[in-house]
């Protein structure tokens, strides 16, 4: 819910700095390896919503797939799972590069 109120704050925020009216769409970017469940996230946001610039928003969501560097072989591989194997080598000696954010991509009003 902490997740979805602070979306909403943010978007609040831009919308009256720039002097907007309400919110017509908002594009969320959620990284598979973020630890967001996006049916928990679209519920908080239901609620979050009610009497905002976003209530009556097209909210989009986009699930970004985890990847990652194998420090073994240096092979780039996606996966959703902190707990993977290396497809090249099979070792677990990796740096997650990319799928642990969440980020507002964009707003329209």
């Not at 469940?37 to 609620?47: K, N, R, S, T, W």
Request: contains cysteine; hydrophobic residues 40%.
């Amino acid at each position: 819910m902490s997740i979805a109120q602070s979306i909403v704050e943010l978007a609040e925020e831009v919308a009256i700095k720039e002097q907007a009216g309400p919110i017509q769409s908002i594009d969320i970017e959620i990284g598979a390896l973020s630890g967001v469940v996006l049916e928990a996230l679209e519920f908080a946001m239901e609620i979050s919503v009610k009497n905002t610039k976003l209530e009556k928003a097209k909210i989009n969501y986009r699930v970004l797939p985890g990847k990652a560097r194998c420090r073994e072989c240096n092979r780039e591989f996606e996966t959703n799972d902190l707990l993977a194997l290396c497809p090249g080598c099979k070792q677990a000696n990796y740096t997650i590069t990319d799928g642990k954010q969440l980020r507002i991509k964009s707003l329209v009003v």
